[in-house]
């Protein structure tokens, strides 16, 4: 089964002045995060806006970027919904496309007992062959996964890791310690990723890394090579960007830092918005930091 550890980002999906989704600035974030040595494209999670995506735009998105990474890095498709049977709709077409992996986000909205998100994990799992990364985050979906239960999906056939965003450090240890060798625990907050690795996870599915790729790359690298006190060093440099990238709802930071920076971005499709003008001018102190310390290597 495919083994997915280092960093890997979760692309946004940027958009044209009209809010329509730009495909070439979308390979030229793709080619971006290839040069700079990212382990993997996460393309329709969160990140990525998947819940203002269209049908018809989210079939071409993922064709695009599967395309576009060709092979060097595995691209793991976002398709998690709060209905089973869409998103095993959703998980058989990226597969259908050529995706390596999917990542299915806990059902949020309507709430499953423990038993019910096992099941829900089941069907998915049954539907495919390809190798599938349970996403926990509660803050999000409003039920915890707990490791108990993350334990029996675990042994499902294709279940290859889980994206970790509880936020608790207890819980993190809990699911490393618990489950088998072969599954992979990834880190879902970038500012847990070195604690998480410290504690025996493999990396992290990042958000700040659409903007420092690189230097997000070097560190999760370090860190898994033991050179935690590199390691320490970049995580204390990027400490201000993590803050700063979660100020507002994501992706609304993050878009708003690249188009700073003059990458492919665009704005953000509504129920989501423009940052506020306090919040916009603290974003923009942090990244003309970051540039001045050369680390925006895109700038």
């Known amino acids: 089964m495919l083994k997915l550890s280092g960093c890997m980002t979760a692309i946004i999906t940027p958009f044209n002045k009209k809010l329509e989704v730009d495909y070439e600035g979308l390979k030229s974030n793709i080619k971006f995060q290839i040069e700079n040595g990212v382990s993997g494209l996460v393309p329709l999670g969160t990140t990525g806006e998947s819940p203002t995506i269209s049908d018809e735009e989210r079939e071409k998105i993922l064709a695009t ?47 499953p007992t423990q038993e019910g998100l096992y099941r829900h994990y089941e069907a ?31 042994a499902l056939p294709n279940m290859a890791a889980v994206k970790e965003a509880s936020g608790s450090m207890q819980q993190i240890s809990d699911v490393i310690d618990s489950m088998p060798k072969e599954f992979t625990v990834l880190s879902g907050d970038d500012n847990m990723t070195l604690p998480l690795i ?50 507002e709802t994501n992706p609304v930071p993050i878009k708003t830092a690249m188009s700073l920076c003059g990458m492919p971005s665009g704005g953000v499709r509504l129920p989501l918005c423009e940052m506020s003008s306090e919040n916009s001018k603290y974003l923009a102190k942090v990244i003309s930091r970051y540039m001045e310390l050369k680390l925006i290597i895109n700038g």
């Open 198 to 247: 410290s504690a025996g996870g493999s990396g992290v599915i990042s958000v700040v890394s659409n903007l420092l790729p690189k230097r997000l790359s070097s560190m999760v690298g370090a860190a898994l090579s033991s050179k935690m006190d590199v390691a320490r060093v970049m995580q204390h440099e990027l400490l201000p960007i993590f803050k700063a990238a979660f100020i």
């Open 124 to 154: 998915v799992s049954k539907a495919v062959n390809i190798p599938i990364v349970v996403y926990n985050i509660q803050s999000r979906t409003g039920v915890n996964i707990e490791t108990k239960t993350l334990a029996r999906m675990a």
């Open 65 to 111: 970027t599967i395309n576009a990474a060709d092979g060097k890095v595995p691209v793991i498709a976002g398709v998690g919904t709060n209905s089973t049977s869409h998103t095993i709709e959703y998980a058989r077409q990226a597969e259908d496309l050529g995706a390596d992996a999917l990542l299915v986000v806990s059902p949020y909205y309507n709430k």
